[in-house]
Structures are given as structure tokens and as C-alpha cells.
């Protein structure tokens, strides 16, 4: 997946070529993936193929007008959310009122001013950030953003399931933050919640785009590699530990903080491996982590390293 | 609904882009002031056939459109066009189609005067 398929999509439906020229140069800069089409009812199936974040729709259109849109997006529980800035040259408050009525949420008369629109543009990609964290609310830590224990649960049961049934490679790591204790005790819990975000951001970044980071509780976080066998994970994760020993923190730049990982994967199918007995083997090996001495990833082999698999 | 094609002189020298010199907009003004023949031809056509009902649609798209390239001034007549057709409907009588003849005029002038270099003195 390119980088550009990260941005968030804007899907613009207009029927004039020259917004799209103009658009595409003044979002240019802009963090966006941008889609133009020139027909409602393209515009319609692109949206049923991939969910945009913001939908730019021109209002007069040949054929199937953007009034036709917009109450066809409204009406469609799949697209109801999806942000829709209307972008018309028609001036009349009854076209505003119709349009908002619909469910539009904004409304932008042209020729518009492309600054105030980008802002615009910006402003929808909030709400379409909080819409969905809204929706993903009871699975997100509020600390860091990432998945929270409910949100592991699920998504583990999930590709332990694939892993059985398809042979799927699959590994997970449980990563600690070596000595947190001492980073909250010396500096405040202000800087240990900034450590805490600085790994889930670290996580973040590092991860590739099927990882799935959580934060399991306190200081603790879990990846979830699907698709990556032990070997291919340990080098996700020893990047990650990396990483985090060079990161200079704003709030005690002369200590350094490190992680810890236990880490356990399969190549293929994990068998009758249970999702607790996962993670029960990948806490031994943060736990041999600890002990060897911190700041090191403790990897093995499900297949190998649970004996309970032989025995099922 | 004949006109001329050649209208004569209007007013103003080269109307040059707002965005003259911005390095984002150069390549699409430069597209812009490029494709302004095609545009005002198709303009004039649709006159000349009395298809009103595409002339307003291309009134209203370069409307929308000139104050993006930075040409507001092309946008204002060209709104004014697409409302004067807008209050015509399809059957003028023939003074509307004068007061018309004249905006479509004007609106061709005002296209033929734009140019992708920046303004003289600038």
C-alpha cells in the first residue's frame, strides 16, 4: 500500500473539468487522496466501492443532480455519515436550506475561494475523524488512540480464527515499558503519559498497515502481526525497540526509555492454539525479556514453544 | 441570433491572472488562457443556434471556474450572462435577445483578453 493510499479520500462529483483541474492543484499540498468524477451516478458506485472521508458535490449536474446524490447517500445507512460539502453556484438561501436538510454539512457557493475552502475541506476531515472515533469509542483508548483491551479481544479472536483456518502466518507481541514506574515517580505522571503516547505513536509508525497496536493496559501494549511469521515480526519489533531508545524525551532528555517484548509466532496454522495460550507464551517471553535484562525482544515459535498444541 | 465572430475591439488591454507567478497555478492558467479559443467558439455556436440552454451552461462553468484561475473579473460577466439567460427563458423577445447579444459580447471580449503572462509593471 503506497503512502498516498493512507490519506484520507476526498471524492469530488462535478461535471466541470476546470474545478477538477483546480482542485487537484490547490489540494496538492494538502494530506488527501483526491478521486473527480463528473456524474452523480459514477460518483455513487465509487462511494459503494470505497468510503471517502469528504464528499465535494456540485449541486447542477446533468443527469442526476447533486440534490439526487446527497439524498441518496442520506439515505443509505452505509454512506449517511460520510461528510458532504456542497459546492454550487447557486446562491439561494431555498438551495442552502434543501441542501442542509438533506444532510449536507456544509455548503460553499462558487466561484469559491480556494483558501476558505481547503479550511473548509479540513474542517470536514475533523468531523469525519470524530464521527468514526465516535464509533469506535467503546474500542479506543482515550490516552493514546489506539485500540484498547476490548478492541485486542476482538481483533485476536479474529485472526487466531484465520490463522487455524486458513494457515495464515500469524504472530503477537506483548511489548512493556521497561521501569515506567520510575519515569512516573521521578518526572510526574504528565511525562509517563507522554512516554505512553510516544510508544503508541512509535507503534504507529513503525507498524505496517495490517499490524494491529493496542494498548492493553498501563504500560503494556500488544501488536498484532497478521500475516508475518516469528522471524519477519522479531524485525518489526526489534525495529520498534530500536527506535524507542533514540527517541530524546522534551521532559528528561537525558533519560532514555526503553521496551521490552515477548514476542510468538507461527508460519502457518497454529492448530488448536487458544487465544489465551497465545498470550500466555508470548507473557513468558516479556516476562524472560524482563529478566534477561530489559530493552531486548524475547521471540519463539508457537508451534514449538507450546506444548499444549502436541497435546491437543 | 446571428453575431459576429469578430465583434470589434473591447475595451482594456491583456487581462492577466491574479495567480500570475504562483508555481501551483502557472501550468493551469497557462491551460486555461490555452483552451479560451474552444470556449469562446463553443460560445458563439450555441448563440448562433440559439442554444441557450448550453450557452447558460457554460456561463455558469466559467463562472465557477475564471475566479479559480484568477480571473474574477471574467467570472462576474459570465454570472451575469448565465442570469440573463436564466430571466429570458427559451423564447427572448427581441430586445432580451440585444440586452443578451451584448452580454455575450462583452463576455467574449473580456475571454479574449486574458494571458498567462503577469501583469505589465509586475
Known amino acids: 500500500m503506497s503512502n498516498n493510499e493512507n490519506k484520507p479520500l476526498v471524492l469530488l462529483i462535478d461535471d466541470s473539468i476546470d474545478v477538477h483541474r483546480l482542485l487537484s492543484a490547490r489540494l496538492r499540498h494538502e494530506p488527501v487522496r483526491l478521486v473527480s468524477l463528473t456524474r452523480g451516478v459514477d460518483g455513487l458506485e465509487h462511494v459503494r466501492r470505497e468510503t471517502p ?52 454539512t456544509d455548503y460553499v ?29 467503546a474500542d479506543v483508548d482515550g490516552l493514546t488512540g489506539l485500540g484498547n483491551r476490548a478492541h485486542f479481544n476482538k481483533r485476536w479472536a479474529e485472526k487466531v480464527a484465520e490463522c487455524r483456518r486458513y494457515g495464515h502466518a500469524l504472530s503477537l507481541a506483548m511489548i512493556d515499558i521497561d521501569l515506567f514506574k520510575k519515569v512516573n515517580d521521578t518526572f510526574g505522571h504528565p511525562a509517563g503519559d507522554e512516554v505512553i503516547q510516544g510508544v503508541a505513536r512509535l507503534l504507529q509508525t513503525t507498524c505496517r498497515s495490517p499490524d494491529v ?35 530524546e524525551w522534551p521532559r528528561h532528555p537525558d533519560h532514555r526509555v526503553t521496551l521490552s517484548a515477548g514476542l510468538v509466532g507461527s508460519d502457518s496454522s497454529c492448530g488448536d492454539v487458544t487465544c489465551d495460550q497465545w498470550l500466555e507464551r508470548a507473557d513468558q517471553n516479556l516476562y524472560a525479556a524482563k529478566h534477561g535484562g530489559r530493552n531486548r525482544v524475547v521471540a519463539s515459535d508457537i508451534q514449538r514453544a507450546c506444548p499444549l498444541t502436541k497435546a491437543a | 441570433m446571428a453575431t459576429n465572430r469578430n465583434p470589434g475591439p473591447v475595451g482594456g488591454g491583456a487581462l492577466s491572472s491574479e495567480f500570475a507567478g504562483d508555481p501551483d497555478m502557472t501550468e493551469l492558467v ?9 470556449r469562446v467558439d463553443a460560445m458563439l455556436d450555441c448563440w448562433e443556434k440559439g ?21 474574477p473579473t471574467v467570472g462576474q460577466m459570465a454570472a451575469q450572462l448565465e442570469a440573463g439567460l436564466a430571466a429570458v427563458g427559451r423564447t427572448p423577445d427581441s430586445e432580451a435577445l440585444d440586452h443578451l447579444r451584448t452580454q455575450v459580447v462583452e463576455l467574449v471580449g473580456m475571454c479574449r483578453r486574458v494571458t498567462s503572462e503577469p501583469p505589465s509593471g509586475a
Not at chain 1, 65 to 91: C, M, W, Y
Not at chain 2, 30 to 38: A, G, L, S, Y
Not at chain 2, 51 to 71: C, I, P, T, V, W
Open chain 1, 109 to 137: 457557493t462558487k466561484p469559491f475561494d480556494l483558501a476558505e475552502l481547503r479550511a473548509r475541506l479540513r474542517a470536514a476531515l475533523r468531523l469525519d475523524r470524530l464521527l468514526k472515533l465516535l464509533a469506535e469509542r
Open chain 1, 213 to 247: 497496536p493496542c494498548r492493553f493496559g498501563g504500560e503494556e501494549f500488544a501488536l498484532i502481526m497478521p500475516n508475518t511469521g516469528p522471524r519477519d515480526a522479531e524485525m518489526v519489533v526489534e525495529r520498534l525497540r530500536e527506535a524507542m531508545e533514540q527517541i
Open chain 2, 30 to 38: 497557462q491551460m486555461f488562457v490555452d483552451e479560451m479559443p474552444q
Open chain 2, 51 to 71: 442554444n441557450l440552454g448550453d450557452l447558460r451552461r457554460m456561463a455558469h462553468q466559467l463562472k465557477g471556474a475564471s475566479g479559480g484561475y484568477g480571473f
Open chain 1, 53 to 104: 472521508s469528504v464528499i465535494l458535490l456540485d449541486l447542477d449536474m446533468p443527469d442526476m443532480d447533486g440534490f439526487e446524490v446527497l439524498r441518496a447517500l442520506k439515505d443509505d445507512q452505509a454512506t449517511n455519515n460520510i461528510p458532504v460539502i456542497v459546492l454550487s453556484g447557486l446562491h439561494g438561501s431555498e438551495d442552502k436550506v434543501t441542501a442542509f436538510d438533506l444532510g449536507a
